[in-house]
C-alpha cells in the first residue's frame, strides 16, 4: 500500500511464527483424521457386535468371510484410484485437485461395479448363506467404494472435517439399516444394510464436494498414474489377500466359527484395527505435506507416528485384560469365551503392525513404491505362512501368536527400507513433483 509516495510494507512475521502456523495445521489435520477413525471404528465396532450377537458365532463366521472379502476389494480400488491422489494431490490447488478427484472418485466406482458384478455370479454358484452373502455384498461394493475414495480426497485437500460428517452421515444411516435387518434375521440382510447405509453417504459425499465421479475418466487415471497405481495394487492386495487366505485357511483347518473368533479379537481391538486400515487417509497425506516442507523431519514424523501407534495398541490390549466375563459376555455374547483367549496375541499383532504403518507412510509419502511393494510381500508372506502355520499346530490360539510374530518381522523390514529410502534421497536429493 503506498501513501503520499512513500512505501508501506507489513511488518515481518516474528521468527519461528511460520513453523508454529505449520504445525498447528498439521495438527488439526490430524486431530480430525483422529476423529474420522473414531467415528469410522465406532461404526464399525457397533455393526459387529450388532451382527454378533444377532446370528451367532457360526453365521457371524459367515459376515466375516463377506468383511474380509470387502477388505481385499477395498484394497483393489485403494490402490488404483485412491493412494496415487493422495501421494501426487496433497497440498496442490482446487482446481488440479478437483479434476483429479473426479478421475480417481469414477475409478472406484468402476472398480466396485466390475467386481460387484462378479460376487453377483459367484454368490449362486456358492449357494448356502455363503452365496446370499457375497451376492449382497456385490450388490454393495459401488457405494462402499465411493464412500471410502471421498474420504481419501477430503483428507487430500486437508479438509479431513468432511470425511468425519460422512462417516457421521454413515454411522446414522446405519441405525436404521441394522433394526430392518435384525428382523429379518439372516447375514444376507445385514450386508445389504451395511451396503445401503454406505450408499447414502457415497451419495452425500457427491453434495460435499460438488463433484460428479468420472467413470470415462477411469482409463485416463490408470494410464497417468500406472507407475505408482499398479504397484500399490499388488501391495495392497497382498495385505488384505493375506487376511482372506488366512481366514479361509483357518475355516478350513480349525472351523468358520475360528473365522467368527478372530474377528471378535480384531472387534475389541477395533479402534486400532480401523486406524490401521484406513491410515493412508490421514498419516500418508500428511507424511507428503512433511517432504515437500521439511524432508530432513520425516524420518522422525514416521517414528513418533508408529510408535504412538503401538504404544496405544498396547495400552488397549493390556485394558481389555482387566475386562470381566460378564461384560465381555454383554458385548459379544457367544463369541466373547473365544475371543477373550486371543487379546494377548492379536495386540502384540496391532502394536506390530502399528509400528510398520509409521514406516510405510514415509515410504508411500517418498513414492518408494519398489520398495514398498517389496515390504509388504514379505510381511504377507509372513502373515499367510505364521496363521496357518499356527493355526495347524495349535488351532485359533496358535494363528493369533503367528501372526503377531509375522507383524513384528514385516515391520523390522519396513523399517530397513525406510531408513535406506532416506539416505538414497540425502544422497540424490530429487523430488518428484508431480501436480496435474
Avoid at 520398495?371 to 495347524?392: D, W
Amino acid at each position: 500500500m503506498t501513501t503520499g509516495g512513500e512505501q508501506t510494507t507489513a511488518p515481518a512475521a516474528p521468527a519461528g511464527h511460520a513453523p508454529r502456523t505449520a504445525k498447528r495445521a498439521m495438527v488439526g489435520r490430524l486431530s480430525w483424521g483422529l476423529a474420522d477413525q473414531a467415528a469410522s471404528s465406532l461404526s464399525n465396532f457397533v455393526v459387529g457386535i450388532y451382527v454378533a450377537r444377532s446370528l451367532g458365532l457360526t453365521a457371524f463366521g459367515v459376515f466375516s468371510l463377506a468383511w474380509v472379502t470387502y477388505g481385499v476389494v477395498l484394497s483393489v480400488s485403494r490402490g488404483l484410484a485412491t493412494d496415487p491422489l493422495v501421494v501426487r494431490f496433497s497440498g496442490v490447488s482446487d482446481a488440479s485437485w478437483r479434476g483429479a478427484v473426479a478421475r480417481s472418485s469414477g475409478t472406484a466406482l468402476g472398480v466396485g461395479a466390475a467386481i460387484g458384478a462378479a460376487c453377483l455370479a459367484v454368490g449362486p454358484a456358492l449357494g448356502g448363506d455363503v452365496g446370499s452373502a457375497f451376492a449382497c455384498l456385490g450388490v454393495a461394493l459401488p457405494g462402499l467404494l465411493l464412500q471410502d475414495a471421498w474420504r481419501y480426497a477430503f483428507f487430500a485437500a486437508g479438509t479431513g472435517r468432511k470425511a468425519f460428517v460422512n462417516d457421521l452421515v454413515w454411522g446414522v444411516a446405519l441405525v436404521p439399516a441394522m433394526v430392518l435387518a435384525a428382523r429379518v434375521g439372516s447375514v444376507a440382510a445385514f450386508v445389504l444394510a451395511w451396503g445401503a447405509s454406505a450408499a447414502v453417504a457415497a451419495a452425500y459425499g457427491a453434495l460435499q464436494s460438488g463433484i460428479r465421479p468420472r467413470l470415462t475418466g477411469a482409463r485416463e487415471w490408470l494410464r497417468e498414474h500406472r507407475d505408482l497405481g499398479y504397484r500399490y495394487l499388488v501391495e495392497n492386495v497382498s495385505t488384505s489377500g493375506a487376511s482372506q487366505l488366512r481366514a479361509y485357511g483357518l475355516g478350513a483347518i480349525v472351523g468358520v466359527g475360528a473365522v467368527g473368533a478372530v474377528r471378535g479379537a480384531e472387534l475389541l481391538l477395533g479402534p486400532f484395527m480401523a486406524v490401521l486400515m484406513g491410515l493412508s487417509l490421514v498419516t500418508v497425506a500428511e507424511a507428503a505435506r512433511v517432504l515437500r516442507r521439511t524432508p530432513h523431519r520425516l524420518g522422525t514424523f514416521c517414528l513418533l507416528l508408529g510408535g504412538g501407534q503401538a504404544v496405544a495398541a498396547l495400552l488397549w490390549g493390556a485394558a481389555l485384560l482387566l475386562v470381566p466375563d460378564r461384560v465381555g459376555e454383554l458385548v459379544l455374547g457367544g463369541v466373547w469365551s473365544s475371543a477373550s483367549q486371543l487379546v494377548v496375541p492379536a495386540a502384540l499383532g496391532v502394536a506390530g503392525a502399528g509400528l510398520g504403518t509409521g514406516a510405510a507412510a514415509g515410504l508411500r509419502a517418498l513414492a518408494a513404491a519398489r520398495r514398498s511393494l517389496r515390504c509388504q510381500l514379505f510381511a504377507s508372506t509372513c502373515y499367510v505362512i505364521g496363521g496357518l502355520g499356527g493355526a495347524a499346530v495349535a488351532g485359533t490360539v496358535g494363528s493369533a501368536w503367528g501372526v503377531a510374530a509375522a507383524t513384528v518381522c514385516g515391520s523390522a523390514v519396513w523399517w530397513l527400507q525406510l531408513r535406506s529410502a532416506l539416505r538414497e534421497r540425502h544422497q540424490n536429493p530429487i523430488p518428484e513433483v508431480r501436480t496435474s
